[in-house]
């Protein structure tokens, strides 16, 4: 049984920065990711990271947010910099068991089998 833990979440004013953590237990996952949902809005791929460590972004999140990976503790990270007001969100880690086109599944939320219980992050202008 595989359980994600986040944490990280909080309030900060606009042009702060956040660090969010997800530690997994139980299987190997060769695909994590971050997701978030705003009130009133669909669940939205922020980034992905398969086992080998290549990464995927939203335009929306590009040179402002860093997905990584504690290869030891397996914890993914979820840098965030200079966040706007309309990066306020409930996020979400998710993650699968299969790597294969990880980067691609962004997008697809219902490919991954395992979520976190989500934290959430209010920026303020």
């Given amino acids: ?7 990280g979440g909080g309030s900060v004013q ?3 920065s956040l660090t969010l953590s997800c530690e997994p237990s139980g299987s ?5 990711a971050w997701f978030r949902q705003a ?10 990271q398969d086992s080998l460590g290549l990464k995927n972004y939203a335009d929306s999140v590009k040179g402002r947010f860093t997905i990584s ?6 914890t993914l990270y979820l840098r965030m910099n200079n966040l706007k007001p309309e990066d306020t969100a409930i996020y979400y880690c998710a993650g699968r068991i299969e ?11 219902a490919d991954f089998a395992y979520w976190g219980q ?7 202008s």
């Avoid at 190997?28 to 994590?32: E, K």
């Avoid at 009130?39 to 992905?48: F, H, I, M, S």
């Avoid at 790597?99 to 939320?109: D, E």
């Fill in 1 to 7: 049984q595989v359980q994600l833990v986040e944490s």
């Fill in 14 to 16: 606009a042009g702060g």
């Fill in 28 to 32: 190997n996952l060769g695909c994590m």
């Fill in 39 to 48: 009130p009133g809005k669909a669940r939205e791929g922020v980034a992905t």
């Fill in 69 to 74: 990976q504690d290869i030891h503790k397996k």
């Fill in 99 to 109: 790597y294969a086109r990880c980067l691609g599944a962004l997008k697809k939320p």
């Fill in 118 to 124: 989500g934290t959430q992050v209010t920026v303020s």
